[in-house]
């Protein structure tokens, strides 16, 4: 599967392409198949994104799950701060980005 993340323009989080806009979760994104490139050039182009690209994830009980260790810390946070992170309270999280 495929999915679309980005940064949002006012407040620089990371944000991922649900179907209908944006959102700071993963497991919202939805698989973009060969249609990426041309949402992410109409987002980005309409001000809604910056930087847009398309990266490979797996569907997993919990949603999409990035392929690459990059967008995986991207989505939880950072992870020298898990408290400054979406998921704080989650034990498991560390387990989720390896």
Not at 11 to 35: F, P
């Amino acid at each position: 599967m495929k999915i679309l993340t980005g940064n949002d323009l006012v407040t620089g989080d990371v944000i991922w392409w649900t179907g209908d806009g944006w959102s700071r979760h993963v497991e919202h994104a939805v698989d973009v198949d060969g249609h990426g490139e041309a949402i992410a050039a109409t987002e980005e182009a309409a001000r809604r994104v910056n930087g847009p690209y398309v990266i490979q994830a797996e569907q997993t009980e919990a949603g999409p799950r990035p392929a690459h260790i990059k967008d995986r810390i991207r989505a939880v946070g950072p992870t020298v701060r898990p408290d400054l992170g979406l998921k704080p309270a989650d034990p498991t999280i560390g387990e989720w980005v390896i």
